[in-house]
Nanobody
Framework: QVQLVESGGGLVQPGGSLRLSCVAS????????MGWYRQAPGKEREWVAS???????SSADSAKGRFTISRDNAQNTVYLQMNSLKPEDTAVYYC??????????WGQGTQVTVSS
């Protein structure tokens, strides 16, 4: 069974930065892609950014220019660097991995709160 463990969330002021981490229980090269999603109170879960096995990345318009997804293969870890945070970025952030036969794996989530 795959486990994904997120960390790095917290309370930050508007304009601040956070780096989220997602550690996988097996090599991240075993996944077709890994990504970050978020869910704000009363809203649907939305995609934030993805990194494919090839290393190609993509991100939602709301994240472009502020958030960067990256990985450390040796540590089986995917990161989400978030800069210039806004109150509307407040959400629970989830890590997702997609297996080679399209199985979806989710982490438990980490809370990000942007507030003064």
């Amino acid at each position: 069974q795959v486990q994904l463990v997120e960390s790095g969330g917290g309370l930050v002021q508007p304009g601040g930065s956070l780096r989220l981490s997602c550690v996988a229980s097996r090599s991240i090269f075993s996944f077709a892609l890994m990504g970050w999603y978020r869910q704000a109170p009363g809203k649907e879960r939305e995609w934030v950014a993805s990194i494919y096995k090839s290393g190609i990345t993509s991100s939602a318009d709301s994240a472009k220019g502020r958030f960067t997804i990256s990985r450390d293969n040796a540590q089986n870890t995917v990161y989400l660097q978030m800069n210039s945070l806004k109150p509307e970025d407040t959400a629970v952030y989830y890590c997702k991995a997609v297996g080679r036969t399209s199985q979806n794996y989710w982490g438990q989530g980490t809370q990000v709160t942007v507030s003064s």
